[in-house]
C-alpha cells in the first residue's frame, strides 16, 4: 500500500478529465492480479459489479426461454424436463448469484467506506476473500448445470429435492459458499460502520444507505449460517441417508420448508432493505430537499430486519401448520407492512414541494415506489389466510415477488448504478438514452408481470410447463412485456458500456449530493480521501452549486478557500 | 485534518501489524474483537439449526432419546467435559500470559490446549468407533447388531439373564399410575379418566425400558400399557449396563426410529469436531507466531481471538454433553 505518492500527487483539478490524468483508484496499479486478488474496497466492488452483472445476464435470459416457451400452450422450445430446469437455474441464479449480493457486495462495497469517510472496510482480506468465495459458488453453480442441472425450483424443497437425479448436491454446496460470501460481506460491515466512522460521523449523520446497509448486514450474519446449516442437512440427507427430512425414516420434510424459510424470507429483506437505502438517497437528492423523517426511516430500517425473522411460516400457509401458528404469522406478516410504509410515506413527504430533477437515477427511483407499492400492497392479498389458499402458487404469487424483487431490488439497483457510475467509472453515460431506458423497463416489466396478477387470480398455476388455452391471451401479453424490457436492458447496457470508451468525463459531484463520496474526485484515489473529509449533514444541499462549465456542482465553501 | 491524515500516513509511526486503513491499534484491536464475536454470533446459529432439530424431534419422540441415549457412554462424555473445560482454562491463561509478555509460558500453554483438543477428539474416536461397531448409525445406516454386547462381556450377559427372568408381570387393570408414565411418552395423549396426560417425562426410565425389554407371555392378550411392573428381584436394582446390554439384546424393546437420534448425535457432535479441529489449527498458527515471538504486551489480537473461539468450542460441547448423554 504506498500511500505517498497520492499525498504528494496535486490536488485535483474540478475540470472534466481531470480524474483521468491524476492517480486514481482505477490506475494505481496495472495488471489482472492487480485486480483480482486487490484488497482495495472499490476494486472489490467494480469485481462484484461484473460478476453479478454476468449471472443477470446469464439468469435474464434463462427467463427469455421461459416466456418464449409460454408463448403458445405445448411444447414450443424445450421439453417439460427441460423446462423445470430453466426455471430452477434462473430463481438460483437471480437471487443467489445476483440480487442477494447485488447491492451490498457490489454497489455497497463500492460506496460504504465513501460514505463513511473511511480509506476502507474493516477487513480487506476478508472482504476479498468473500468474492473469491462468490466466485467459487458461482463456480459450482456452473458445474451443476453441466452435470445434469437441477429441477427442484430455488427452494430445494424436500422430499424431492432428496429423490431427483439431477445434481442437488453441487448446487447447494455452492449456495452454502455463497452464503459464507453473504456472510463475511454483512460482518465486515457491521464492524466497519462501529469502528472505522471517522471523528463527527455520528450514527445519525450517516447517509440513510448506511443505515440500510446496516440493516442489511444484521441479517445476512444472523439469518445465513441457517441456511448454512439447512443445506448442510439436505446434503447429508442426500449423500449419507440421515433421514432427518426424510418422512419413510421418521423425519419431517416440513421442518426444511421451516428451516428454509427461516433464512430465506429475512433474505428478502436482505435484497429489499439496500435497495430502501438507494431510493432514501436518491429521492433527496433529486428533489433537492433535504430527507423527510430521517430517524424514521433510518429505524424502520432496523424494524424491518427484525420483523423480517418473524414472518416465515407465511410461506407455509398451505403446508400443514397448525391453525394457531398460521394466524399468528400472518398478524406478524401485515406488521411488516408498517416500516415499509413508513418509509414509502417518507419519501413522498421528501418530494413534496422539492424540485424534483427527472435524471435517470430518480426515474428509476420514481418507479420504485410505484412499483415497490403495488408489490407490497399484493403482499397483503397473500398475507391474509383465506386469499392465500386461493392464491398460493399461482402467478400471482410470481407477479407478487418480481414486484418486489425486480420492481424493487432491481430497479434500485439499476438507480443507483446509474446514480454512482460517474463515481465509479469517471464516466458519464448518455442521460437521454438513460432515461428512454428507464422507461421501457418499467413499461415493460408491468406489461409484463401485471398480466401474471390477472392470470393468477384466475388461477394459473407457477411452475407448470403447459397450460389451458384461456391463458393463451395472458401469457401472449407477458411474454411480449418481457421482449419490451430486455429491449430496454440491451439500451441500458449499450450506453454504459460506451460511456467507458467515449463517455465525457465525470465531475466529482454531477448530482449535488453532500453525502462524503461525492467530496472526493470521480473516480475517487486509491486512499479514497486526499483529505479526510469532514462530516455534516449528508441532506444539506445548499452549499452545492450548480457550474454549467464541469457540467457539475461546486461546493461554494470549498471555493472560497 | 490534513495535517492528521499526514500523520495517519506517517509510515515511521504505524507499527509492522497496524493496517494502514486504521488509525490507532486500538480502534484494529475493538475492529477484531467485535468482528470475531459477530462470527461467533453465526456460528452459534449454525449450531442452533442443529439445536432446533433435536428440539423438535425430541419434543415429537421423546421415547426415542430416552431409550437411545443409554448407548452413549456418560463417562466418556463426562472425560471429555473434563478435558475441554482445563483446555479453555490453559487458553485463557495463555491469553493472560501473552498480555505480560510471558512469551515461553503463553507457547507452553497453547501447545497444553493443543493437547487438550487431541485429547478430546482421540475419547471421541473411541466412542464412534463403538458406535460404528454396533452398528448405532444414523438413518438407512442403522443396523444395531443385537448382542455384540453379550459376547464380549460374559458378566453381564448373567445379569442381563437375570433381567429376563424377572418375576412375571403383575396385571393391573386399574393401574392408571403406570399407563399414565408410559402413555405421559407420548405427548397429548389421553389418560384413562380421558384427561389429556401432562407432558412429562415417564419418572424412572429404568422401569420403563425394563417394561420394554419384558417378554410377555402370548397368552395375555393384555395392553403393554396397561402392565405394571413389579420390583425387579431381591437382588435389588437393575446396574446401568444391564440397561444397555439388555436394550441391545433385545430389539423389541426398541421404539420405532431410533435412528433419529443417531442421526442427530452424529451431526451435532460431528460438526462440533470439525470445530474442535478447526480450532487447533487455528490454536497452532497462534503457537507458530507466539515462538517466533510476535506476540506481546502491544499486540495479541490474534491469541485473543481464537481463545474466544475455543472457548465458543468448549461452550456448544457443554450444551451437547447433558442433551445428548444425560437424558431423563
Not at chain 2, 16 to 22: A, E, I, K, P, V
Request: with cysteine; glycine share 8%.
Amino acid at each position: 500500500m504506498s500511500t505517498s505518492e497520492t499525498l504528494t500527487g496535486s490536488r485535483p483539478l474540478r475540470a472534466p478529465g481531470a480524474g483521468h490524468e491524476s492517480d486514481n483508484y482505477l490506475n494505481h496499479s496495472k495488471g489482472i492480479l492487480s485486480w483480482i486478488f486487490t484488497l482495495d474496497h472499490k476494486r472489490i466492488g467494480v469485481l462484484y459489479l461484473v460478476s453479478i452483472l454476468s449471472s443477470f445476464f446469464v439468469a435474464g435470459m434463462l427467463a427469455m426461454l421461459i416466456r418464449t416457451e409460454l408463448l403458445f400452450p405445448g411444447r414450443q422450445l424445450v421439453s417439460p424436463d427441460a423446462y423445470n430446469q430453466l426455471f430452477t437455474l434462473h430463481g438460483a441464479i437471480m437471487i443467489f448469484l445476483f440480487i442477494i449480493p447485488g447491492i451490498p457486495a457490489a454497489l455497497g462495497n463500492f460506496v460504504l467506506p465513501l460514505m463513511l469517510g473511511a480509506k476502507d472496510v474493516a477487513f480487506p482480506r476478508l472482504n476479498l476473500l468473500s468474492w473469491w468465495l462468490w466466485l467459487s459458488g458461482a463456480f459450482l453453480a456452473v458445474v451443476s448445470i453441466l452435470l445434469g442441472s437441477v429441477d427442484t425450483g430455488w427452494t430445494f424443497y424436500t422430499p424431492y429435492s432428496t429423490t431427483t437425479s439431477t445434481a442437488v448436491v453441487s448446487m447447494v454446496s455452492g449456495v452454502f459458499i455463497l452464503g459464507f460470501s453473504s456472510i463475511f460481506t454483512g460482518l465486515n460491515f457491521i464492524v466497519t460502520i462501529h469502528k472505522l466512522r471517522p471523528k463527527g460521523m455520528t450514527w445519525f449523520r450517516m447517509p440513510l444507505m448506511l443505515w440500510a446497509l446496516y440493516a442489511t448486514a444484521l441479517i445476512q450474519v444472523l439469518a445465513t449460517p441457517v441456511l448454512g446449516i439447512t443445506l448442510l442437512l439436505l446434503i447429508m440427507e442426500r449423500v449419507m441417508g440421515i433421514g432427518i427430512f426424510d418422512s419413510r425414516l421418521g423425519g419431517d420434510p416440513v421442518l426444511f420448508q421451516h428451516f428454509f424459510w427461516f433464512y430465506s424470507h429475512p433474505a428478502v429483506y436482505i435484497m429489499i432493505l439496500p435497495a430502501m437505502g438507494v431510493i432514501s438517497e436518491l429521492i433527496s437528492v433529486f428533489s433537492r430537499k433535504h430527507i423527510f423523517g430521517y430517524r424514521f426511516i433510518a429505524f424502520s430500517s432496523v424494524a424491518i430486519a427484525a420483523f423480517g425473522f418473524l414472518v416465515w411460516g407465511h410461506h407455509m400457509f398451505t403446508s400443514g401448520q397448525s391453525d394457531l401458528i398460521t394466524v399468528i404469522f400472518s398478524a406478524l406478516t401485515f406488521s411488516v407492512s408498517i416500516p415499509s410504509a413508513i418509509k414509502v410515506f417518507n419519501w413522498l413527504a421528501t418530494m413534496y414541494k422539492g424540485r424534483i430533477q427527472l435524471d435517470t437515477p430518480m426515474v428509476y427511483a420514481l418507479s420504485f415506489i410505484v412499483l415497490f407499492s403495488i408489490g407490497g400492497l399484493t403482499g397483503l392479498f397473500l398475507g391474509a389466510l383465506a386469499t392465500d389458499v386461493h392464491l398460493h402458487d399461482t402467478y400471482f404469487v410470481v407477479a407478487h415477488f418480481h414486484y418486489v424483487m425486480f420492481g424493487g431490488t432491481v430497479i434500485a439497483f439499476l438507480g443507483g448504478l446509474h446514480y454512482w457510475w460517474p463515481k465509479m467509472t469517471g464516466r458519464m453515460y448518455n442521460e437521454s438514452l438513460g432515461r428512454v431506458a428507464a422507461l421501457l423497463i418499467f413499461l415493460g416489466f408491468n406489461v409484463t408481470f401485471f398480466t401474471q396478477f390477472v392470470m393468477g387470480s384466475h388461477g394459473m398455476p407457477r411452475r407448470y410447463f403447459d397450460y389451458l388455452p384461456q391463458f393463451t391471451i395472458y401469457h401472449q401479453i407477458s411474454t411480449l412485456g418481457s421482449y419490451l424490457m430486455a429491449i430496454g436492458f440491451f439500451l441500458c447496457g449499450a450506453y454504459l458500456v460506451h460511456s467507458l470508451y467515449r463517455g465525457e468525463a465525470a465531475p466529482a459531484n454531477p448530482w449535488g449530493a453532500n453525502s462524503l463520496e461525492w467530496h472526493t474526485p470521480s473516480p475517487p484515489p486509491h486512499d479514497n480521501f486526499e483529505h479526510t473529509p469532514e462530516a455534516g449533514d449528508p441532506y444539506d444541499f445548499t452549499d452545492w452549486t450548480y457550474d454549467p462549465a464541469i457540467r457539475g456542482y461546486v461546493a461554494k465553501s470549498r471555493t472560497s478557500h | 485534518m490534513a495535517e492528521r491524515t499526514v500523520e495517519n500516513h506517517g509510515h515511521g509511526e504505524h507499527p509492522s501489524y497496524l493496517q494502514h486503513h486504521f488509525d490507532t491499534a486500538e480502534q484494529q484491536f475493538t475492529s477484531g474483537k467485535l468482528g470475531m464475536w459477530l462470527f461467533l454470533a453465526t456460528e452459534v446459529l449454525l449450531f442452533a439449526g442443529l439445536f432446533c432439530a433435536y428440539a423438535v424431534y425430541r419434543g415429537s419422540h421423546p421415547e426415542i432419546f430416552i431409550y437411545a441415549h443409554h448407548f452413549l457412554d456418560k463417562n466418556l462424555g463426562a472425560l471429555n467435559t473434563v478435558i475441554l473445560l482445563s483446555s479453555s482454562l490453559t487458553m485463557a491463561w495463555a491469553v493472560r500470559a501473552a498480555q505480560l509478555d510471558q512469551r515461553k509460558l503463553s507457547a507452553a500453554l497453547l501447545a497444553l490446549t493443543l493437547l487438550g483438543g487431541c485429547g478430546f477428539l482421540s475419547v471421541k474416536y473411541v466412542e464412534y468407533s463403538h458406535k460404528i461397531r454396533d452398528g448405532l448409525l444414523w438413518g438407512t445406516k442403522y443396523a444395531p447388531a443385537h448382542g455384540a454386547h453379550g459376547a464380549t462381556a460374559p458378566g453381564h450377559e448373567a445379569a442381563g439373564q437375570a433381567a429376563h427372568q424377572a418375576p412375571a408381570p403383575v396385571v393391573d387393570p386399574h393401574a392408571a399410575e403406570a399407563q399414565a408414565a408410559v402413555a405421559a411418552t407420548r405427548p397429548g395423549a389421553i389418560g384413562p379418566d380421558g384427561v389429556p396426560v401432562p407432558r412429562t417425562f415417564a419418572p424412572d426410565p429404568v422401569v420403563q425400558s425394563q417394561a420394554a425389554a419384558l417378554d410377555l407371555p402370548a397368552s395375555l392378550s393384555v395392553e403393554p400399557s396397561l402392565i405394571k411392573i413389579a420390583p425387579a428381584g431381591p437382588e435389588g436394582v437393575v446396574q446401568p449396563e444391564t440397561i444397555k446390554d439388555s436394550l441391545i439384546r433385545d430389539p423389541a424393546a426398541a421404539p420405532k426410529n431410533v435412528h433419529i437420534f443417531f442421526g442427530i448425535y452424529y451431526l451435532m457432535t460431528g460438526l462440533h469436531g470439525i470445530h474442535v479441529v478447526l480450532g487447533m489449527g487455528a490454536i497452532a498458527w497462534v503457537l507458530r507466531k507466539t515462538v517466533r515471538g510476535e506476540f506481546g504486551s502491544a499486540y495479541y489480537t490474534p491469541v485473543d481471538l481464537v481463545g474466544l473461539y475455543w472457548h465458543l468450542v468448549d461452550l456448544i460441547w457443554i450444551f451437547l454433553f447433558p442433551l445428548l448423554y444425560l437424558i431423563h
